[in-house]
Every structure is written in C-alpha cells, then in structure tokens.
C-alpha cells in the first residue's frame, strides 16, 4: 500500500513571532504580519508562529473595565477582524507560498455575527491546511468570543512532521493536552497574547506561569514546542490605559516568546520583554524517540484499563436541518428531493389520525 503522508523534513528553523501587533487596524495588521513572513524566510526559518489574536490585536479592553464600559470597542474590533474566506487570509497565504513558509497565525476571526479566538496553519505552497477556534475562551474573553468543538482539536500530517495548535489558556486544560498528545504531535504552536495584565497582581497570568506551561506541554508530549508572544506598545497603553487606574492594570512590554525541545529544554536565546523580534531555534524531530523513551503518556506509559479519555471530535452545528418535504415532494424554499441531502438519517413520523 502507497504511503500518501508527506516526505517529512528532519530538521530546520522554526520562529516564535515576539512583537507589538497593529492595534485594531486590520489593514496594517496584514501587512507587519508579511513582513514579519519575509524576514523569517530571509533568516532560513521554514515555520513561523503568531501570537493569540494577533490580529488585529488582543482585546486587553475587555479585562480593564465592566463589560457595559468596553462596548464602544464592539464595532471597530468587529470591523478589524478577519474572515477566514477573506482577502486579507488570502494575501497572507499568498506571502507563505511566495517565501516557501509555513506559518500559524493566531487572529481573531468573525463568523456570521459572531467572533472566535482563531489559529490559521498555511502550508508553505499556501494552502489553509486548518482553521481552528479555541475550544473555550478563558474568562471575559467569553463577553467577546464564541467557542471551538472537537474538530479543532486535531494534529496534522505536514512536511515538517504532525503539527498542532493552542492557543493561551488551552495549555492549561489537561484533557485537552492529553487529545492533542495522543494524535503523536510532534510539533506544536502554543500562542499567547502578552504576559503584561496585573502586573504584581495575578501572578497565574505572568510569564513565570505561563512560560511554565509551554515547557510542561513540551514535556508531557514529547514535542517541540514554538511558543510566540505579542508585546505591549507604548502606543497601546496610551490607546487603553485612559485612566490611572487602568494604567495599573496593563504594563508595556510581556513579550516572551521562546521555543522548547521535546526534554523542556530551552533552545532558543529570550529577547527583552519590551524588545521586538523573531525568536528562533533548529528543530530536530530526531530528538523525539529519544524523549518518548522515557514516559509516553498516550503509550507505553498509560494504563487505559484504569483511566482514559472520552473525546468527541465532530465536528457541531447550532442547527441540523431534519426538515422533511411537504407531499409535493418541494420544500418550502422551492427546493426539490434532487437538491438536498439525504434525509435517511432524519425518519419522518407517520401523520397523527385526523389530521389529513
């Protein structure tokens, strides 16, 4: 039997994307994010990854006042979003294939009316490999963002090995980490936004914790982890800190982007907080068997007998059309049986007595 998977490539660079996003300006938004796809290409990089909703920018509103105070950010933030079958997805699909590199974006993608905490992966030939959402936005999040299902949980076969996404506080869950290992992730994106909200005051939302995280995720599966980080600008403290008191809940800088290898070690050199740039690291998949050695925890290290995990990864919809044609055999839209879907799985009830 053929082997359809892709040749896969052993070893090359991967980046960790630490930078100061265009603040809900979906325009130049697109273009820092091709720049930045350029300058890695230069550098020899063959992966980049973006931080969580880097456009058009994390939502850092939404944790400094009352949600009835921050709904003046609905419509522009709406506005600067990006829908996945959209222009500015396809300039920067355009930009992959053009600098020969794979790239995951976080962004913030609006669907209908609704949002979602989103993560593009785009093939090196430009191809939208996957579209996922975050499967359950991490407190006020939930006033702004809708949520993902098992579908977007998934690993991927690429040229550069099984490549997977998460983005920010997924990392904390331990179910999901768990699905995610078991789909032998070899490679993996974990997106933050920026270590900078309460500082001195949330301690669980540093970099202490959450660099933690990332190095932990590396450990538990075995895999490499790129884990970008987006900065927090002057220019954006100015834009939402309009009061004193909020200028103590958000400090500039939190960009700690790093990459770890499949032991938790780190292979890459930090940049400052408050520094801008590409953090990059080589990724050698043959370190992998060697980390697997030790404890698989999806294989030779588990005991399903005594405890697993129920995960349903379908794919779910708000509405199943189970609508039956009337006697005509035409629905009510005018459509014929020969235009719609089967309906075999739907069983229409026999009418009641009476009510011919």
């Known amino acids: 039997m053929r082997d359809s998977s892709p040749a896969i490539k052993q070893v090359f660079t991967a980046a960790a994307v630490q930078a100061a996003p265009e603040y809900l300006n979906l325009e130049r938004g697109v273009e820092k994010t091709i720049a930045l796809i350029e300058e890695a290409a230069r550098k020899g990089v063959q992966l980049i990854g973006f931080p969580e909703c880097w456009i058009p920018g994390y939502p ?61 992966i785009i093939a090196d030939d430009g191809t939208i490999v996957a579209a996922r959402r975050k499967l359950k936005a991490t407190l006020i999040e939930r006033t702004i963002f809708g949520e993902g299902d098992g579908s977007d949980i998934k690993v991927h076969d690429t040229a550069l090995g099984r490549l997977g996404a998460l983005c920010c506080w997924e990392h904390v ?51 490499f982890v790129v884990a970008p980080c987006a900065v927090i600008s002057p220019a954006m403290i100015e834009q939402l800190c309009d009061t004193p008191a909020k ?12 990459i770890w290898g499949p032991d938790g070690r780190p292979l890459a050199q930090p940049l400052a907080p408050d520094e801008e740039g590409l953090v990059m690291a080589e990724i050698d998949l043959g370190m992998i068997p060697f980390a697997k ?23 779910t919809s708000c509405v199943e059309w189970a609508e039956a044609p009337n006697r005509s055999g035409r629905y009510a839209n005018g459509m014929t049986d020969a235009g719609r879907a089967s309906l075999s799985e739907f069983p229409v009830p026999e009418p009641l007595e009476g009510s011919e």
């Not at 006042?65 to 522009?76: E, I, K, L, N």
């Open 60 to 120: 850092f509103w939404a944790w400094l006042d009352a949600p009835a105070a921050t709904m003046r950010y609905v419509g522009v933030h709406a506005a600067n979003c990006m829908t996945i079958d959209g222009p500015e997805v396809q300039r920067i699909a355009t930009a992959a294939k053009a600098n020969k590199i794979w790239v995951v974006l976080g962004f913030s993608e609006r669907s209908g009316g609704s949002l979602y905490i989103a993560q593009l």
């Open 173 to 223: 869950n331990p179910l999901t980490k768990y699905a995610m290992f078991a789909q032998s992730e070899a490679v993996h994106v974990g997106a933050w936004p920026s270590f900078s909200l309460y500082p001195n005051q949330a301690y669980a939302l540093g970099p202490e914790v959450n660099n933690a995280l990332s190095q932990v995720y590396a450990v538990e599966g075995q895999c």
């Open 247 to 258: 200028a103590e809940l958000l400090s500039a800088g939190g960009g700690h982007a790093m």
């Open 293 to 315: 050695a030790g404890g698989d925890p999806v294989g030779h290290y588990a005991r399903p007998d005594v405890m697993r995990l129920l995960f349903n990864p379908a794919q």
